[in-house]
């Protein structure tokens, strides 16, 4: 890890793509507390960055789905914006960029893979938004930062429907005294191409499977299904005690 801070402008700007200005304010965002907490030299940390960075990338995000041709309700642009503004998005996001390695770490904490936790990675990417736009401005913070996000915002607005659907699977069955149990029931492809294939089964009984590049993906779109294969069969029992099918 560079810990000089020419060395590490040099590393950084290659992965984000913004080179700063002021390196003290680039070092500060790449402090965790725990690095502050052993070096008694370390002026500050990152968390009021974090907490400047938390606001702004809400506002960076809440403008492009905003600005996209589609007249959103509230409703939908809240739940885009939380897909991709929380802890495991943008850890995704920092390890996308190679963050881990440049943040300036305690020696317990590095110790015990905080290069890998999902809380350490996400707080450095807000703490780098944070001090990008104190290194310059909100356009430019803009620009720089939904560059990391492009493949996710496309992935979220393509995956509608489908962010709630277990949710929502949970709350139906919950109401009937039931509960949906997951289980992967098959992964192929090579390590870095994988496609994952997963049941949702009820009381034993399956009800239905989703294939996904992840579990997670998979999961959701497996309970999307789910919620299909429900409503397909309450309208089936429906029609039925309402005479419309015949008996055979």
Partial sequence: MAQNPEETKSELEIRIGYSFNNLELMMEALTHKSYFNEQSSVACHNERLE????????????????????????????????????????AQVATSLNLGSLILLGKGEDKNNGRQKSSILSDCVEAVVGAIFLDS??????????????????????????????????????????????????????????????????????LSRGFGKSKKEAEKQAAHNSLKTLSDREALLKASSNGVLENE
Avoid at 158 to 183: I, V
Wanted: include cysteine.
């Fill in 51 to 90: 907490f400047l960075g938390d606001a702004v990338l809400d506002l960076i995000i809440s403008k492009k789905f905003m600005s996209m041709r589609q007249r959103w309700p509230e409703g939908k642009l809240t739940r885009y914006r939380a897909a991709l503004v929380n802890e495991e998005s943008l």
């Fill in 137 to 206: 401005d909100f356009y430019v913070c803009d620009e720089v930062v939904l560059k990391w996000f492009e493949e996710m915002i496309e992935e979220v607005i393509e995956g509608d429907g489908m962010e709630d659907a277990k949710t929502l699977l949970q709350q139906q069955l919950q109401a009937q005294n039931l509960s949906p149990a997951y289980r992967t029931v098959g992964v192929e492809g090579p390590d870095h191409d994988r496609t994952y294939e997963v049941e949702i089964s009820v009381s034993g009984e399956p």
